[in-house]
Structures are given as structure tokens and as C-alpha cells.
């Protein structure tokens, strides 16, 4: 007789092995085992919302294994991941296996290491009902959403859509930028700054200010005829600095990650998709390099701060250690501050430690790196800056007075910033600074040049990656393990497209959610959908019961599907025409969206198919061979911009190329 432990995958299994020794055997489930059939509705709506499990047919052979070692075991532990989709996998295993409450035992750990393995043994406990309930909640009211609408959509607009509770609240989000950016009137405006000289003890040094008042109040330079009139001024007036302000600026390091700020700062940082940032996370856990990655706490254990206390002290300086351990609050009020931040287990284990064994590759050491320095930064002792502003005045025998400004800042200590460097959407870093000389006030200046410059307001910008996830959690919308899956569905739909990083809908994207919005506007109000997360987390807190809460938001939706389904009239879909016609019956060809993305079709369908593949061509020449540039996909439908000539020519890069200039270039990496 043996000790049965069974986890989701294989290199968690081979990870545990190592640690329990020869008295235990580690099977995977392989992840769920039994799961709502995919050919039905599967939830009794009559009957009190009676979900219908089954065992998929491609888990039946690990079933009947699972089942046979189960009855020859001494004890079953269950070490599923420790959230509500590895409790709910525990339960559907017990309840496949046969397994009462007593014959049994739950473990859970936040991390893979030797002491997190033998103390989760060492105190098991039951399955956590509430927890399942949370995840059954969920499971049932995405299932009801789903394969309730998208029927509807398939009558009302075209076939095979799908519609999602928090997929089409994203999708909303995506569609309304872009009509904000569509509808946007570009505004001129103009900036002035003044290139200056200065002299103090026979020392010249130049600086520039930049124009901000006239007489007391704030300037706003409309256009260049007003631009001109204040040049004529400025040209011929006297420079003097009248204010000189100088301050300690302090720069606090960024609390650990969590789901979210992970999958923001590896799409800025490293240009991972929060999908690929997911599955790397997912092995570094598997193989015990990092705790758990789906997770919204900021909070950290005792023992790993005091590791990295040590670490900070003994391996950078004891300048960067601060005087009592840096403790962070989770801004999510339904956060879990007995789970850990994502962290390194092991913080002595330094990224270049990490070597190419188990299946890593350079895309574990990036994520890897970036963990491990964020997590190692937030013990570190803030960066301190020396920050100047100088005042200027321009004035001349007229009334009018000119006040002009410029800002420095002299790192004076680095701190955190030394490990961590500087963030690529760092609001400080924004702002224009410049190292400035020594200056006092009252000092006469001399005028070098002026510097007009011609600008026009810019639309809001569209969503990315790290922007959506962002806006989704300040929304309260999804929860750490829905970010990745909701942003991959957009997109494998054809709901959205990432150009340039950027997520711009398709004419199918505006029409399924301008259809939505018109008929249930409720169901996809941002509020509505965060305060149904909320309602989930009270059933994980055993605080409200999972059933009534779906019968409270079935009743009035399918109430509202019946009023739809017999008033919406059948939605005309916009289609783009292209400027080609048709090899067959020389109709226009016009662009539609197929399983594997866009594709030229005859107008005339369905009396002609005729079908060909799209290039889209963009305004730019290949530096390489003076090529036509076409956009293209990568096999994980990536947009990118490479050679018409390909394969003869092997230009491509993931920006779009400038004109007559190619700024970007190089190789791409297929698996990015």
C-alpha cells in the first residue's frame, strides 16, 4: 500500500517527486476530469440549476488508471493548485474516485519548495465546499451567458459568434475607445522654449525653459500667427531668473506582483501576451521557481522577507536595506491576504543561476528576471533625487511679463531603481528633465535661441495588453485568472485585432457589440458585471449561496433573451470591399473573417465561391531588397510587417515601417 497523490499536470508531479521520496506515487489529472459537456447546455435551468457533468471521452483512460491506484493506495491526497479551480478539480476527482470526506485529505501550498511540501503534508485538511460552490457559480453563469446568446447572435447576425460575460464587456471597452479615437478632431497648439546662457564665476552654461504664463495667467498658444506675435516679444526682451525651488524628491519602490501587474509589466517590459505570460509563469511555478502566479495579494511572508533582507544586506549594500521590512496593502478589496505575492521561492537563486534543464528557455529567464527583481526592489530603500525648478522672467520696457520654467533632477541615491531600473510607463519619466548649472537667482541671461514647435492634441490612445488588464481590475471586472483566457478569446474570434500592439475591432466586433448594448444593456454594464464578481467572492466567503444568486440572474435574462429573439430584426453586416474583383463572374471581392482569420470572397455568394487569400499591403519599401512590405501573421496570429518577396528576402518587424525609412528591422522569432 502506497500514498496516492494526484495534481494537475506531469512536471508538477515529477517537481513533488522529488521531494516526497519513494512512500508516495504523483499522478496527474491531466487538469479537469469532469467538466460541463460542450454539446449542450448541460445546467437544468427547471431544477434549481443542476449542473450535468461528464467525464470528457479523452479522460476516460486516466480515470480508470486514476481509479485503479486509488483502490490500492493507503491514503489519497488531493495537491491541486491552491484557487478556486484547483479546489473545484479536488471535489470532481473525490466525487469520481468514490472517496468519502475520511478517506481523503486536501494539501495546499503556495510554493513548490521542500519546507511549503512537507508542512502542507503535515497538516492537510477537508475540501473547501465554499470555494467549489465559487467556481461551480462561475463556471454555470458563464455557461448560461454563452451558449445562451451566442444562438441568438448566430440568427441575429451570422453563425458560429460566441458571446462571453466579461469577453463582451471587454470587447465593449475596445469598441468604444476606437470610436472616441474615430471621432477625435485633432486641436493645434504651439510651445515655445527659450535656449539660455548662463554665467557664474566665469562658468557659461546653456539650459532651456520652456514658455508657460503672460502676465500671471496660464498661456495657451493656439497657432503660429499667435506664436509669432509672442516671438516678436520674447526676441527683445531681458532674462532673468526671479525663482529658484529646490526639493528632496523620494521614489518608493512597486509593491511584488500579482496577476495583473505581472502581465502588464511583461507585456511592457518584455512584449509577452498576459496568455504567454500565463504558461511561462505556469512552469516556473511547476518546476518550484516562483509561488503561485494567480493571485491579487501584495502580501509576503515573514520568512521570505527576511531572506531577502539578508540577501540585500550581505549581497548589494546595507545602504539599500531599509531599517524595518517594506509591507504593502492590496488595493483590491476582495483580495486574499493569506496568499502570497508572486515571488521567487528561493531569492539566492539569481536569474543567471537558472539554467536551460526541464524545458526553460530564454522567455522563463525574462519573466523569471523580472520576478525576481521586482520582488528583491520592493525591500530595497527608496531612490532619492535632487529636484530644481527655476523660474524665469522676460520682460522688456512693455507691461507684459513672460514667465518661463525647466526642471532637473540629480539622482542623488539610487536606491530600488538600481536593481529595477526604470519602468517603460513610468509617469515620472515622462516629463522632460535635464541636468541643469549652477544658477542663482536674480541672474541675468542671455537668449540663444528660441524654439517654437507646431503640436496637435492627440485621441485617447487605444488599448493594449497591460492598458485593458489595467482597466478591466480599476473596473473590478474578471479576477486574476480570467485576464489572459477573456484577451485571447477577443482576439481568436476575430472580435478584435492587435496592430502594433494595439487592439483595434473588426466590422464583426462592432457589430456583435452594438447588438449586445441594444438588447442587453444591463447584463454588459460595466457596473453590473463587477458587482456579479463581487457576488462570486461572497460565495467563496460562504457569505451568500450559489444558486439563488444564479436564479436572481437568470430569471430577468431569460426573460429579456425570449423579448429579443422575437423583436430584433436579423442585423445587415457592414462588409469591406476591396479593390478587386472576382476571376469568375467579375464581382467586387469584399473581406470576410474565416476559422483562420481574413480571406477575400467574391460578393456573390453564395452562387459564386469563389475565394482567395488577403494581402494587405502598407505605404513603405523594403530597406533589403526595395520590396513591397505586407502585413502578416505569425503561426499564433500575431500581426507583423515582413517582405512581399519572402522567402527570397527575409526582412520583417514587428512595427509598421516608416516611409522612405525602415526604423525597425531584423529577425523575428516565430515563437514570440
Given at each position: 500500500m502506497?500514498?496516492l497523490v494526484?495534481v494537475?499536470s506531469?512536471?508538477?508531479?515529477?517537481?513533488?517527486?522529488k521531494?516526497?521520496?519513494?512512500?508516495y506515487r504523483?499522478?496527474?489529472?491531466?487538469?479537469?476530469i469532469?467538466d460541463?459537456?460542450?454539446s449542450?447546455?448541460?445546467?437544468?435551468v427547471d431544477?434549481?440549476?443542476?449542473?450535468?457533468?461528464?467525464i470528457?471521452r479523452d479522460?476516460?483512460?486516466r480515470?480508470?488508471d486514476?481509479?485503479?491506484l486509488?483502490d490500492?493506495?493507503?491514503?489519497?491526497y488531493?495537491?491541486?493548485?491552491?484557487?478556486r479551480?484547483g479546489?473545484a478539480?479536488?471535489?470532481h476527482?473525490?466525487?469520481?474516485?468514490g472517496k468519502?470526506?475520511e478517506?481523503?485529505q486536501r494539501v495546499?501550498f503556495?510554493?513548490?519548495?521542500e519546507s511549503a511540501?512537507?508542512?502542507?503534508f503535515?497538516?492537510?485538511r477537508?475540501i473547501?465546499?465554499?470555494?467549489?460552490?465559487?467556481?461551480?457559480?462561475?463556471?454555470?453563469l458563464?455557461r448560461?451567458?454563452?451558449?445562451?446568446l451566442?444562438?441568438?447572435?448566430?440568427?441575429?447576425?451570422?453563425?458560429?459568434l460566441?458571446?462571453?460575460r466579461?469577453?463582451?464587456?471587454?470587447?465593449?471597452?475596445?469598441?468604444?475607445?476606437?470610436r472616441?479615437?474615430l471621432?477625435?478632431k485633432?486641436?493645434e497648439?504651439?510651445s515655445i522654449?527659450a535656449?539660455?546662457e548662463?554665467?557664474?564665476k566665469?562658468?557659461e552654461?546653456?539650459?532651456?525653459?520652456?514658455l508657460?504664463?503672460k502676465d500671471?495667467?496660464?498661456?495657451?498658444?493656439?497657432?503660429k500667427?499667435?506664436?509669432d506675435?509672442?516671438?516678436?516679444?520674447?526676441e527683445?526682451?531681458?532674462?532673468?531668473?526671479?525663482k529658484?525651488?529646490q526639493?528632496?524628491?523620494?521614489?518608493?519602490?512597486?509593491?511584488?506582483?500579482?496577476t495583473s501587474t505581472?502581465?502588464?509589466?511583461?507585456?511592457?517590459r518584455l512584449?509577452m501576451?498576459?496568455?504567454?505570460?500565463?504558461?511561462v509563469?505556469?512552469?516556473?511555478?511547476?518546476q518550484g521557481?516562483?509561488?503561485?502566479m494567480?493571485?491579487?495579494?501584495?502580501?509576503l511572508?515573514?520568512?521570505?522577507?527576511?531572506q531577502v533582507r539578508?540577501y540585500?544586506?550581505n549581497s548589494i549594500a546595507k545602504?539599500?536595506?531599509p531599517?524595518?521590512?517594506r509591507?504593502?496593502k492590496?488595493?483590491?478589496?476582495?483580495a486574499?491576504?493569506?496568499?502570497?505575492?508572486i515571488r521567487?521561492?528561493n531569492v539566492?537563486?539569481?536569474?543567471?543561476?537558472?539554467?536551460d534543464?526541464?524545458?526553460?528557455n530564454?522567455d522563463?529567464?525574462?519573466?523569471?528576471?523580472?520576478?525576481w527583481?521586482?520582488?528583491v526592489?520592493?525591500?530595497?530603500?527608496?531612490a532619492?533625487?535632487?529636484?530644481?525648478?527655476?523660474?524665469?522672467?522676460?520682460?522688456?520696457?512693455?507691461?507684459e511679463?513672460y514667465l518661463?520654467?525647466?526642471t532637473g533632477?540629480v539622482?542623488?541615491?539610487?536606491?530600488?531603481?538600481?536593481l529595477?531600473?526604470k519602468d517603460?510607463?513610468?509617469e515620472?519619466?515622462?516629463?522632460?528633465?535635464?541636468?541643469?548649472p549652477?544658477l542663482?537667482?536674480?541672474?541675468?541671461l542671455?537668449l540663444i535661441?528660441?524654439l517654437?514647435?507646431?503640436h496637435?492634441?492627440?485621441?485617447p490612445p487605444?488599448?493594449?495588453?497591460?492598458?485593458?488588464?489595467?482597466?478591466l481590475e480599476?473596473?473590478?471586472?474578471?479576477?486574476?485568472s480570467?485576464?489572459a483566457p477573456t484577451?485571447s478569446?477577443i482576439?481568436?474570434?476575430?472580435y478584435?485585432?492587435r496592430?502594433e500592439?494595439?487592439?483595434?475591432?473588426t466590422?464583426?466586433g462592432f457589430?456583435?457589440?452594438d447588438f449586445l448594448?441594444?438588447?442587453f444593456?444591463?447584463?454588459?454594464d460595466?457596473?453590473?458585471t463587477?458587482?456579479?464578481e463581487?457576488?462570486?467572492?461572497?460565495?467563496?466567503r460562504?457569505?451568500r449561496?450559489?444558486?439563488?444568486?444564479?436564479?436572481?440572474?437568470?430569471?430577468p435574462?431569460?426573460?429579456?433573451?425570449?423579448?429579443?429573439?422575437k423583436?430584433?430584426?436579423?442585423?445587415k453586416?457592414e462588409?469591406e470591399l476591396?479593390?478587386k474583383?472576382?476571376?469568375?463572374?467579375?464581382?467586387?471581392l469584399i473581406v470576410?473573417v474565416?476559422?483562420f482569420?481574413?480571406?477575400?470572397a467574391?460578393s456573390g455568394?453564395?452562387?459564386?465561391?469563389?475565394?482567395?487569400g488577403?494581402?494587405?499591403k502598407v505605404?513603405?519599401i523594403?530597406?533589403?531588397d526595395?520590396g513591397?512590405?505586407v502585413?502578416?501573421?505569425?503561426r499564433?496570429?500575431k500581426?507583423?510587417?515582413?517582405?512581399?518577396n519572402?522567402p527570397?528576402?527575409k526582412?520583417?518587424?514587428?512595427?509598421k515601417?516608416?516611409m522612405?525609412?525602415v526604423a525597425?528591422?531584423g529577425?523575428?522569432e516565430?515563437?514570440k
Amino acid at each position: 500500500m502506497i500514498n496516492l497523490v494526484i495534481v494537475e499536470s506531469p512536471t508538477k508531479a515529477r517537481t513533488l517527486q522529488k521531494f516526497l521520496g519513494d512512500k508516495y506515487r504523483i499522478e496527474a489529472s491531466m487538469g479537469h476530469i469532469r467538466d460541463l459537456p460542450k454539446s449542450e447546455l448541460g445546467v437544468d435551468v427547471d431544477h434549481d440549476f443542476e449542473p450535468k457533468y461528464i467525464i470528457p471521452r479523452d479522460k476516460k483512460k486516466r480515470v480508470n488508471d486514476l481509479k485503479k491506484l486509488a483502490d490500492s493506495s493507503d491514503k489519497l491526497y488531493l495537491a491541486t493548485d491552491p484557487d478556486r479551480e484547483g479546489e473545484a478539480i479536488a471535489w470532481h476527482i473525490a466525487h469520481i474516485l468514490g472517496k468519502k470526506a475520511e478517506d481523503m485529505q486536501r494539501v495546499e501550498f503556495h510554493e513548490i519548495t521542500e519546507s511549503a511540501i512537507k508542512e502542507a503534508f503535515a497538516h492537510p485538511r477537508e475540501i473547501d465546499l465554499q470555494l467549489v460552490d465559487a467556481q461551480q457559480a462561475r463556471r454555470i453563469l458563464d455557461r448560461l451567458v454563452g451558449y445562451k446568446l451566442s444562438p441568438l447572435l448566430w440568427v441575429k447576425l451570422k453563425k458560429g459568434l460566441s458571446a462571453g460575460r466579461v469577453q463582451s464587456v471587454a470587447l465593449r471597452l475596445i469598441v468604444e475607445r476606437e470610436r472616441e479615437v474615430l471621432a477625435f478632431k485633432p486641436v493645434e497648439y504651439w510651445s515655445i522654449e527659450a535656449e539660455l546662457e548662463s554665467r557664474v564665476k566665469s562658468q557659461e552654461s546653456r539650459f532651456t525653459a520652456a514658455l508657460i504664463e503672460k502676465d500671471g495667467k496660464k498661456l495657451e498658444i493656439k497657432n503660429k500667427e499667435e506664436a509669432d506675435g509672442h516671438l516678436k516679444v520674447l526676441e527683445k526682451a531681458d532674462y532673468k531668473i526671479t525663482k529658484i525651488t529646490q526639493k528632496e524628491v523620494r521614489r518608493y519602490p512597486y509593491p511584488p506582483f500579482t496577476t495583473s501587474t505581472l502581465q502588464q509589466t511583461a507585456a511592457n517590459r518584455l512584449g509577452m501576451s498576459a496568455k504567454k505570460t500565463m504558461m511561462v509563469a505556469q512552469a516556473l511555478y511547476e518546476q518550484g521557481f516562483i509561488t503561485y502566479m494567480r493571485t491579487d495579494s501584495v502580501n509576503l511572508s515573514a520568512q521570505a522577507i527576511g531572506q531577502v533582507r539578508d540577501y540585500i544586506a550581505n549581497s548589494i549594500a546595507k545602504s539599500y536595506l531599509p531599517s524595518t521590512p517594506r509591507v504593502f496593502k492590496s488595493k483590491s478589496k476582495n483580495a486574499q491576504e493569506a496568499h502570497e505575492a508572486i515571488r521567487p521561492t528561493n531569492v539566492s537563486l539569481l536569474p543567471a543561476l537558472i539554467n536551460d534543464q526541464n524545458g526553460l528557455n530564454r522567455d522563463h529567464h525574462r519573466l523569471y528576471d523580472l520576478i525576481w527583481k521586482r520582488f528583491v526592489a520592493c525591500q530595497m530603500n527608496e531612490a532619492v533625487m535632487d529636484q530644481t525648478t527655476v523660474d524665469v522672467m522676460a520682460n522688456q520696457s512693455t507691461p507684459e511679463v513672460y514667465l518661463l520654467r525647466t526642471t532637473g533632477s540629480v539622482i542623488k541615491f539610487d536606491g530600488w531603481l538600481k536593481l529595477y531600473g526604470k519602468d517603460v510607463e513610468d509617469e515620472d519619466d515622462k516629463e522632460k528633465k535635464q541636468v541643469l548649472p549652477p544658477l542663482i537667482e536674480n541672474q541675468p541671461l542671455t537668449l540663444i535661441e528660441l524654439l517654437p514647435e507646431q503640436h496637435f492634441t492627440e485621441s485617447p490612445p487605444r488599448y493594449n495588453e497591460a492598458s485593458l488588464i489595467k482597466k478591466l481590475e480599476e473596473l473590478g471586472i474578471g479576477r486574476p485568472s480570467t485576464y489572459a483566457p477573456t484577451l485571447s478569446t477577443i482576439q481568436e474570434r476575430f472580435y478584435v485585432e492587435r496592430v502594433e500592439r494595439k487592439f483595434i475591432p473588426t466590422t464583426l466586433g462592432f457589430s456583435v457589440s452594438d447588438f449586445l448594448m441594444q438588447y442587453f444593456p444591463d447584463i454588459f454594464d460595466y457596473s453590473f458585471t463587477a458587482q456579479m464578481e463581487d457576488e462570486l467572492d461572497e460565495i467563496a466567503r460562504g457569505e451568500r449561496k450559489w444558486k439563488p444568486t444564479i436564479a436572481q440572474f437568470y430569471e430577468p435574462f431569460e426573460k429579456k433573451l425570449i423579448e429579443t429573439e422575437k423583436m430584433a430584426e436579423k442585423v445587415k453586416m457592414e462588409v469591406e470591399l476591396v479593390d478587386k474583383y472576382c476571376p469568375l463572374c467579375k464581382k467586387q471581392l469584399i473581406v470576410r473573417v474565416g476559422k483562420f482569420g481574413k480571406f477575400l470572397a467574391c460578393s456573390g455568394f453564395p452562387e459564386c465561391k469563389h475565394t482567395e487569400g488577403l494581402e494587405e499591403k502598407v505605404d513603405a519599401i523594403c530597406p533589403q531588397d526595395s520590396g513591397e512590405i505586407v502585413v502578416r501573421k505569425t503561426r499564433h496570429g500575431k500581426t507583423f510587417y515582413g517582405c512581399k518577396n519572402w522567402p527570397d528576402c527575409k526582412f520583417a518587424s514587428w512595427t509598421k515601417p516608416k516611409m522612405p525609412d525602415v526604423a525597425s528591422s531584423g529577425k523575428l522569432e516565430e515563437n514570440k
